[in-house]
């Protein structure tokens, strides 16, 4: 389920259409339907409140002004490489996850 901070893509009509964080969801008196507050990541920026069901907020198609709608939660490519590989390779660190830090603060004190 998406929550609050995540980004989500809007479908309109089956097409992608904008880009949208998820600032807050909030129980509706009705039970399974939310206040879902949205930042439209467009110029200008925007705030909605979309009320939805539970099942919206995860995917589910519905309609709005009898046009289709969907949310889709947005996935950072690279998160989702590094999450597979992690469970490829979960006894074997790589050597990302070896690698030493080191501080500017102290290599400058140095020279």
């Known amino acids: 389920m998406a929550r609050e901070n995540d980004i989500v893509l809007i479908y309109y009509e089956d097409k992608p259409y ?25 110029v200008p920026l925007q705030i909605v409140t979309w009320i ?11 309609t709005m002004n009898e046009k289709r709608m969907r949310l889709e939660l947005v996935v950072n490519p690279e998160k989702k490489v590094q ?14 996850d070896r690698a030493n830090v080191i ?4 290599r400058q004190k140095k020279q």
């Open 18 to 42: 904008t880009f949208a964080r998820i600032e807050e969801i909030r129980p509706d008196s009705k039970p399974d339907w939310y206040h879902v507050k949205l930042l439209m990541l467009q």
């Open 83 to 96: 999450t597979e590989n992690r469970r490829k390779s979960a006894e074997t660190p790589s050597p990302q």
């Open 103 to 106: 501080s500017l603060n102290d």
């Open 52 to 62: 939805l069901r539970d099942i919206y907020i995860n995917g589910e198609k519905f």
